[in-house]
């Protein structure tokens, strides 16, 4: 029996997690069929006509699909099949994981924020607000790394207490951070592993090229970064297979955490140390040293001027040896002409010099410091750590360290490369680092703005990424009907990111109104709602904490609440309206007054926030007030609230709207 021929192959290659095989074929083959017949206008009867793991009479292992497309009397066939490999590989355990991020996880942290700063540096950023956030995020995370990786030892730890509930509990969490952050750290730790995800990427590439006239890689996350590994995108890795996919589309790819975490095993040798390790053992040599400091000053055992006098004793001594070393090299450039040996001499004798009296100073004056109880050793190790963290945060942020980090090259042999990531999401941190930047396709798209969503949300985009692919897969495919998609235009990401630029402004808002009400609520010491709901807590629960901590920390819970239930209905109206302008768009029709009554309705909700939030702080809510009365009454409060909340609402968006104006259009878009 021959096995019928398919114009295209498509691979779809999930990203970390735990997916049942035929999870990603399912969705999002779901999504891309929907779309052929959507984007086209109905001109392609996309039809799935066969699935499962053995079609044609072809035995295999993976879930795969036979999509018929009808086009104007033509009809071509594309197999569409799952790269799965969730479970081709021994998951790690939580102690080896744990054992790996006492390596890693300074490295990902560090790196994940420098690469921040970089993309920062290159877009319209001021270079003053860029360096200051990524000082702050640098500090704080060299502080937090090691204990984060105490916090996972300890649970390790815990984990062994006999006691049934804890243990399940701990257990069940320690699966989902060995699903997700160990599928990241397999690649670098453990070679069997990655090789085995490899070869389940490169066995999936192989059976499409033997049944398919052209194949395209469709892969997210970490799988998209397998996959540009197993192709031979990362210099010094693997040989590249003798046959490529014709097309490389990575979305979301985990390549740059991936590719920096392999330098990490090896620097080289023209790098002197490992500036991630000393900017984080300096960091926690700062922190300590500082507490100590202020807890002598506080305590009243020390004076702050005596820390002040240490400080300039140092100052002083530095700039003595410094002076003596120049002086040096001045000497022997004035007897170089005369006298060269003499002048040698003195150039070699310069630095000894200073050390010497480097020494003999540090000796004297800590002797002279002693009787006088001034803290001489430990401001000397406070600016040795400062000196030290310095330097390792200005290496890590240099363009240098940058060039060194970058290992990804274009596979020799792809034919395209495709690269698309979300603005918020934190695994890729903006486009593919590499050597060959002008050779890739890069694309920023606009999900929802949020660094917890954005890496899930892909498919969920269906102008700016899901219309993508799709045409990606027909001109990878060289189908007749390519020509009905919508044109590629950048007036679709400009009016993505307008769309988002809203729900980012009433996220602020909402995030605002919450800080605000929970500072002056907790300054008054306004506790009476939250005492009441504080008295539903079991007394187990109850006894561990003072009466006073936990009617706070309801209170924080409540206002938390009442922002998330305001974020979810903000969030349920966007995305309403972002599905009436991608139907729009597909229709390629223009989006153009689709944005009236949503915006309306976000400046609603978040002016109803303001107002309650108002009302609660003056005491004086009509709603509440009208609840002793009749029921007229409460209606009548109601409709007040609602009609207060509508008149500001129409009034700030339309302010809002000419600070913010709609995006033009490229080109003009049919009209319905």
Known sequence: MTTPKHQLGILLV?????????????????????TIAHATGGAVNATVERAGKALDG?????????????????????LVSEGWWAESFLAPSYSELVSWSFRALPWALTTHIAQRYWLAQSGHTPK??????????????????PFLILALAAVLIVGLIPIPGLRVALLRAQSLFTATVGDSLVFVESPVRAALIKTRILAGI????????????VAHSQGAA???????????????????PDTLVTFGAGTNPLSMLRRSEGL???????????????????????????????????????????FLLWLALGVVVVATGDVGTKLAKLLEPRTPRLASRARRAAIPASVILWILGMVALYQAADPLQIPF??????????LVLGVSIYTILSRSWERMLTTVRYPPGLSRWIDLYASADPVPVGPTLTQDHKRIEFHEIWNEGSVITDHVLYWRNLDEFV?????????????AWVSKLPPESAAVDRRARWRVSWLQIARTALITIAVALGIVLLQRKSFAVAHEIAAFIPKWIANLVRPDVLDRATLIALIAAGVWLAHTLTRVVWLWWVGKEQVAILEQQSPDGLEQRPLIGIGMISWVALLSAISIVAGASPIEKAATGSVAAIVGAGLLFAAMSLGLAVGSVYVLRKLNPAPEPEAPLKTS
Do not use: N, Y
């Open 377 to 386: 050793a430990s401001v000397l190790f406070l600016i040795l750590s400062l």
């Open 206 to 217: 192989e059976g499409l090229e033997q049944r398919c006239d052209r194949t395209i890689v």
């Open 467 to 479: 219309l993508r692919v799709v045409r990606a897969c027909a001109q990878t495919a060289r189908s």
């Open 268 to 310: 080289p040798k023209s790098v002197a140390f490992d500036p991630v390790r000393w900017a984080m053992a300096a960091s926690l040599g700062v922190a300590a040293l500082s507490g100590w400091l202020a807890f002598q000053v506080t305590s009243g055992g020390l004076a702050p001027r005596k820390i002040l006098l240490a």
């Open 14 to 34: 999930h990203g970390i997690g735990t997916q049942p095989a035929g999870d990603t074929l399912t969705r999002w083959g779901d999504v891309l069929v929907k």
């Open 128 to 145: 003053g607000v860029a360096i200051t956030l990524a000082l702050l995020k640098l500090l704080v995370g060299l502080l937090l790394a």
């Open 226 to 244: 397998a996959s540009v590994e197993c192709l031979g995108g990362i210099a010094g890795m693997d040989q590249p297979p003798t046959q490529q």
């Open 58 to 78: 072809v035995a295999s292992d993976r879930t795969a699909a036979r999509v018929r497309l009808e086009s104007g009397g033509t009809v071509e066939h594309w």
